[in-house]
């Protein structure tokens, strides 16, 4: 089977976008260019506000990603649960598509006798410990998110200890809103590991305005950054995953 990237946006967020373009429709976007948008909402005291979850749902349905509420002490093992679980059904996406083009009329894994099916979900489970992942991270730093911010950091650190137990090769990137001068700021470039966040995290400043939107935006443009580099410097075209989301 041909390998690639799988690209996913990880929004931490606890509440409700209030300026810039619609975050469902942003994630939408993201949707149809390949990359899945994987949404925790932070809970403050079993509280988290109707709409606010109302959104997180729509952004990763509308993303073809994963949703998850939680309460902050259970975010490190959520974090990591929602990006192995978006990236298995990533995964199990492109086998279905290669199985449709051998066996036709739509078939999917579920369709196959056990045997058969059993020796797919192999493939795919291996497939998740070798094939390439790339995650952007979009960490909601209105002013509601101002204690939760270390426990934030936490799950980073933990998140990118538990993906480079993997074999396949993991980078990262780290974006906030709202930033110190935009609605969007990005903390941390491409990178395999995400032991600086410590002392960059130690410098946030919490406050004003919550742009999911342009934040999914801006995810997108970083994104297609990389890979029109990646592109010009290697002439590889990595779109399988890509496309087969």
Not at 43 to 64: L, N, P
Not at 91 to 99: A, C, D, S
Not at 139 to 161: C, F, G, N, R, Y
Request: charged share 25%; proline share 3%.
């Amino acid at each position: 089977m041909k390998t690639g990237t799988i690209r996913q946006i990880l929004l931490i967020t606890d509440g409700c976008s209030n300026q810039g373009e619609d975050p469902i429709a942003m994630a939408a976007l993201a949707k149809e260019q390949g990359i899945s948008v994987n949404v925790i909402g932070v809970m403050e005291q079993d509280v988290i506000d109707e709409q606010g979850m109302t959104e997180i749902e729509g952004i990763a349905m509308s993303g073809g990603g994963v949703s998850q509420i939680v309460y902050a002490q259970q975010l490190s093992q959520t974090v990591q649960m929602v990006t192995r679980k978006a990236m298995t059904q990533t995964l199990q996406g492109v086998v279905n598509k290669e199985l449709q083009q051998i066996l036709g009329g739509g078939r999917t894994v579920e369709d196959l006798p056990p045997e058969q099916r059993g020796e797919v979900m192999e493939v795919v489970d291996e497939l998740g410990e070798t094939v390439e992942l790339d995650v952007l991270i979009l960490v909601d730093t209105s002013a509601s998110m101002k204690h939760k911010l270390p426990t934030v950091k936490e799950a980073l650190l933990d998140l990118s200890l538990s993906l480079n137990a993997r074999s396949g090769d993991n980078r990262f990137a780290v974006f906030v809103f709202p930033g110190k001068r935009n609605d969007v700021e990005k903390l941390l470039d491409w990178t395999p590991k995400l032991e600086s966040l410590t002392s960059i995290f130690a410098k946030l400043t919490t406050g004003g305005i919550t742009p999911t939107g342009p934040a999914i935006r801006e995810a997108l443009s970083h994104f297609n950054k990389k890979r029109s580099l990646r592109s010009l410097l290697s002439g590889d075209d990595e779109s399988f995953f890509e496309e087969s989301v």
